[in-house]
């Protein structure tokens, strides 16, 4: 059991909490969820969400690491790359190179520390598929790196739930709150915390899309989606862009 009074999530889209929404349409995701368990039972553990959606690594960096290393929390969450990835040039060996150098930065605080692998996407749009050789390249250098600072690991890749396409959002890009309730088990799961759940649990058998019905659905995500990402791109707009952050500040999770 872990003895921290306080929590800090670093990160994009997928620590802030995409498209995991509460109620009144604010994201929650798998790090409100694991803020919550640890807290059960914990009076006066704090609890801070730096992740802006859209962020690169060098962003996360300038913009979230600084304010990580002034709250000097217990736990903290590392998740960044991602966006870095799909960019159309990326070096994956300069890439880790930051990514050590930073989590190198996070480690001196005295936190406990984990990140993330990357999704296995296999089973994906063959666009998106066509990542999949870069993220296992990024993941064994991150799987290094987080030896190398004594980080735990939590892996994504080897989750089959979230390598069925049914744990994606309408953009594929974001995980269904289903999804992120699992990513809080794993998580927690390998903080030895106790969990109530398995996050290992198959996905319910679900009627079978026709094939008329998948192109259909392909074509409205290019349109809806991977054309508009890609126009953003080349006019140098982010998804981030006017977002901050959801709880900038070390608050109980009843505050802020």
Not at 164 to 174: E, I, N, S
Request: with cysteine; charged share 30%.
């Amino acid at each position: 059991m872990g003895s921290w009074n306080s929590f800090v999530a670093i990160g994009d889209s997928f620590t802030e909490g995409l498209d995991d929404w509460r109620p009144d349409g604010s994201p929650r995701g798998w790090a409100d969820r694991v803020a919550e368990q640890i807290a059960a039972g914990r009076p006066g553990f704090r609890y801070a969400n730096l992740a802006v959606r859209g962020k690169l690594l060098d962003q996360i960096v300038d913009d979230q690491l600084p304010i990580a290393e002034r709250l000097r929390p217990d736990l903290v969450a590392f998740c960044a790359g991602g966006n870095d990835l799909i960019r159309f040039g990326c070096d994956t060996d300069d890439l880790a190179r930051r990514f050590d150098d930073a989590l190198g930065r996070i480690a001196a605080t005295g936190a406990e520390v984990f990140i993330f692998t990357g999704f296995d996407l296999g089973r994906m749009h063959p666009l998106i598929r066509r990542l999949r050789g870069r993220v296992a390249c990024f993941n064994e250098s991150m799987r290094a790196i987080a030896e190398r600072h004594g980080s735990h690991v939590v892996d994504l890749w080897g989750m089959a739930p979230l390598a069925d396409p049914r744990a994606w959002g309408p953009d594929r890009l974001h995980l269904r709150p289903d999804a992120h309730r699992r990513v809080a088990l794993r998580v927690l799961e390998t903080l030895g915390q106790p969990v109530s759940e398995d996050w290992r649990a198959p996905v319910p058998d679900g009627d079978p899309m026709p094939w008329r019905a998948r192109q259909a659905d392909d074509l409205r995500w290019m349109r809806e989606f991977a054309v508009p990402f890609v126009r953003k791109r080349i006019q140098g707009r982010r998804t981030g862009d006017g977002f901050v952050p959801k709880r900038p500040d070390l608050l109980p999770l009843d505050a802020g």
